[in-house]
């Protein structure tokens, strides 16, 4: 199993940044990618970002594109999430999850909160 924890959230105004830490523990050798997930109040989930773990691919929702940065350390077991030019309409619980080589994202964190007021 993978245990992950996030960090980094909090309150910022419209314009602003946040940078997202996720740690991860456990059986890491399985890990095939890392993503990031928002819900924000009354949406369902939505992906935001990933990185393949072994490698330096990236992809990102539209909504986030030139906004967002996902990155990596393998070393620490961390990825990361910087985000720039904070809109209220990012406000969510900001989660990450591990991606398996079937493509299924298998192990989640328990979420962190982003709160961009206006």
């Known amino acids: 199993q993978v245990q992950l924890v996030e960090s980094g959230g909090g309150l910022v105004q419209a314009g602003g940044s946040l940078r997202l830490s996720c740690a991860a523990s456990g059986r890491t050798s399985d890990v095939y990618k890392m993503g990031w997930f928002r819900q924000g109040p009354g949406k369902d989930r939505e992906f935001v970002a990933s990185v393949i773990w072994i490698g330096e691919s990236t992809y990102y929702a539209d909504s986030v594109k030139g906004r967002f940065t996902i990155s990596k350390d393998n070393a620490k077991n961390t990825v990361y999430l910087q985000m720039n030019s904070l809109k209220p309409e990012d406000t969510a619980v900001y989660s990450c999850?591990?991606?398996?080589?079937?493509?299924?994202?298998?192990?989640w964190g328990q979420g962190t909160q982003v709160t961009v007021s206006s």
């Open positions: 999850a591990t991606g398996n080589l079937r493509h299924i994202w298998d192990y």
